[in-house]
């Protein structure tokens, strides 16, 4: 066997074995922590997914729907068709999909990554995200997560948007950059917050390096988020993509809010 010969079967050999215990160790480890919905904590075949009782309690979000901002009209308008809400206020991005509205089984996986640690819920939230902004993602340029500051990084030790985005470019193909948008200011959280608040509070917190320019500069532009509640934190980080030379700005969530002035997330 030439030495060529030799190198591609060890290497072969080593993905193989590495592949195995990778089984071997999932398998032990489901033996010791069983796998638990992370919506209703009863026990289900794999990490990473739902049982199908709570899969019923998600409300997906489907068309017909207003182009701009998400929300689901209650019959179908027409092709073109925008909501009220849009032509009263026109958002600086293009366009908004979110896979499910925010309602409590949303909750409880957005809380799961967010807070728990469960990160084996991302790859399901995201799947259902690149489902919703299918047609956002066909001609994308750059994935691009909303970032934490740095401190709050630090404490949380992850990134949840960041998290998701990287399962997406895994499916979509279209390549993740987190490191293109940059939160340059701590800010409080959101919740609690009303719009003008919530405006405020985040108004200029979000840059684009200026020796990142160049890589934001006319690409299709797709901001990745867990939840959208009032769009105040995606029209920040929008004007700062645009700001920065970005073709267009589309908007892909997890949950969107679809009653702002009466949830908390």
Not at 91 to 98: D, F, H, I, L, N
Not at 183 to 189: D, E, F, G, K, V
Request: proline letters at 6%.
């Amino acid at each position: 066997m030439s030495n060529l010969g030799a190198g591609s079967a060890f290497r072969a050999g080593a993905h193989n074995w590495r592949r195995s215990l990778r089984g071997a160790v999932e398998q032990f480890t489901n033996i010791l922590l069983p796998p638990m919905c992370p919506i209703c904590r009863e026990p289900i075949g794999s990490n990473g997914g739902i049982c199908t009782v709570c899969w019923t309690t998600l409300s997906f979000i489907e068309e017909p729907l207003c182009d701009h901002l998400g929300t689901p009209f209650a019959y179908d308008p027409g092709p073109g068709i925008v909501s009220s809400a849009a032509l009263a206020r026109p958002p600086v991005w293009a366009r908004v999909r979110g896979a499910v509205s925010f309602d409590h089984s949303a909750r409880t996986l957005v809380h799961a990554l967010k807070y728990r640690d469960q990160h084996n819920t991302a790859k399901l939230m995201a799947d259902l995200m690149a489902r919703a902004g299918a047609k956002l993602l066909s001609d994308a340029n750059l994935l691009i997560p909303v970032p934490l500051y740095r401190f709050r990084l630090w404490q949380r030790r992850f990134n949840q948007s960041a998290r998701l985005a990287q399962h997406m470019q895994s499916g979509s193909g279209v390549p993740s950059q987190p490191h293109l948008l940059s939160r340059i200011r701590p800010t409080q959280a959101q919740v609690g917050l009303d719009l003008a608040s919530r405006k405020k509070n985040v108004r200029n917190a979000f840059s684009v390096p200026d020796d990142l320019l160049l890589q934001v500069a006319d690409k299709k532009c797709v901001l990745i988020d867990d939840v959208m509640t009032t769009g105040a934190t995606a029209e920040a980080c929008t004007t700062a993509l645009l700001k920065a030379g970005a073709a267009r700005v589309d908007v892909i969530v997890f949950a969107l809010v679809l009653n702002p002035t009466g949830r908390h997330i």
